[in-house]
């Protein structure tokens, strides 16, 4: 894919006309209540400055965006379960099954000895009436009894195995509901992070709202432009040709909006867009921000190339994918689309090149 070195900016206009806050909230495995905003100053008549607003908000949306990641990683270790329980059923079932045929067989066997008297096997041949064919016939006794024996063996060890898938389906069976509990109990709390923050939105007021999201927009478009009104993405090519697909996948969904756990193709959050952009270009990534993290190589942000994708935070819990000239495109937060953003905008953790 061709770079040119300045272009317009996509989806540099407003980005929303009201901030829309998703009740799509998908969560977390961790979120505490210590994280939550610190309350406003002033007595509750005194109104909240937009300075105030906007610092909480941000915070809010930060700790929903650390949560949202954790339940990603949650989500996906819950699928990994199904599949796993599901498996394992499967393999109880069958082995039932079989062992069930084995001891029917050696049921079998006890009504026929029950049928001629008890008498053993080997007392009866010698009674029979052919004593040419005894040798023979003794033979097929042994024969007969280690085959018994075998299956007598075989039942014990299927029974073994049996009792082992079925201690490990429970367990798996536990994992997955403890796992679920997780999951619904996260989901609340992301949602309540996403109540307050539209509380402290609506304390502005929608005209008051539209402005905070439109003054976003252009200041994310400055960090981008480095104050100019064109983009300059530079001339460094990407580091491959899947690399050059998945980036123009990416920017291909400017302006789509932010969702908690979606990964498009119409809504996105920061490692779902990763998610889908890469998947266009026929890479598979991890769903999560902190498991891209290790999805590739490791390189400099010096020797980023476009595609590369750029993790941000101590903690690794947003992503965006390198574009060239130190500029991201990025899903950023409920209310901001899509958007070019400078790559200094946030602390960087690492690189990753696929």
């Not at 307050?196 to 976003?216: H, I, P, Y």
């Not at 998945?246 to 809504?267: D, E, F, H, N, W």
């Amino acid at each position: 894919m061709a770079m040119h070195r300045r272009t317009q900016l996509p989806g540099a206009h407003p980005l929303a006309r009201a901030l829309v806050l998703t009740a799509a909230a998908t969560t977390a495995l961790a979120v505490t209540a210590g994280g939550s905003a610190q309350a406003l100053p002033g007595s509750p008549a005194d109104p909240p400055s937009k300075r105030d607003v906007k610092a909480q908000v941000e915070q809010l949306y930060e700790e929903a965006e650390q949560a949202s990641e954790r339940f990603n990683a949650a989500q996906e270790y819950q699928h990994r379960l199904q599949s796993e329980t599901g498996s394992l059923q499967g393999q109880v079932a069958l082995a039932q099954d079989e062992l069930n045929r084995l001891r029917g067989e050696l049921a079998t066997v006890a009504a026929a000895e029950y049928r001629s008297g008890g008498i053993e096997p080997a007392v009866q041949l010698m009674l029979a009436s052919d004593p040419e064919g005894y040798l023979a016939r003794a033979r097929s006794l042994d024969q007969v009894a280690e085959r018994e024996h075998e299956t007598l063996r075989e039942v014990v060890e299927r029974q073994r195995r049996l009792d082992q898938r079925r201690a490990e389906t429970s367990a798996k069976l536990a994992d997955l509901e403890e796992a679920r509990r997780s999951l619904a109990e996260n989901k609340q709390q992301i949602q309540q992070r996403l109540n307050e923050a539209q509380k402290l939105l609506n304390s502005l007021g929608a005209t008051e709202r539209a402005r905070m999201v439109a003054q976003d927009a252009r200041e994310a478009e400055q960090r981008a432009t480095r104050g100019t009104d064109r983009l300059d993405l530079g001339t460094v090519p990407p580091a491959s040709d899947r690399a050059a697909d998945a980036l123009a996948a990416a920017v291909s969904k400017i302006g789509s909006a932010y969702v908690y756990g979606a990964t498009g193709p119409r809504t996105f959050d920061c490692s779902g867009l990763m998610y889908y952009s890469w998947r266009q270009a026929g890479v598979t990534l991890p769903r999560t921000s902190q498991a891209q993290a290790y999805a590739g190589q490791r390189v400099s942000l010096a020797d980023a190339r476009p595609g590369d994708l750029v993790i941000f935070y101590k903690d690794m819990h947003h992503v965006g994918m390198y574009a060239g000239g130190g500029v991201v495109v990025h899903a950023p937060y409920p209310g901001a689309r899509v958007r070019y953003e400078s790559v200094n905008a946030m602390p960087v953790s690492g690189v990753v090149r696929l």
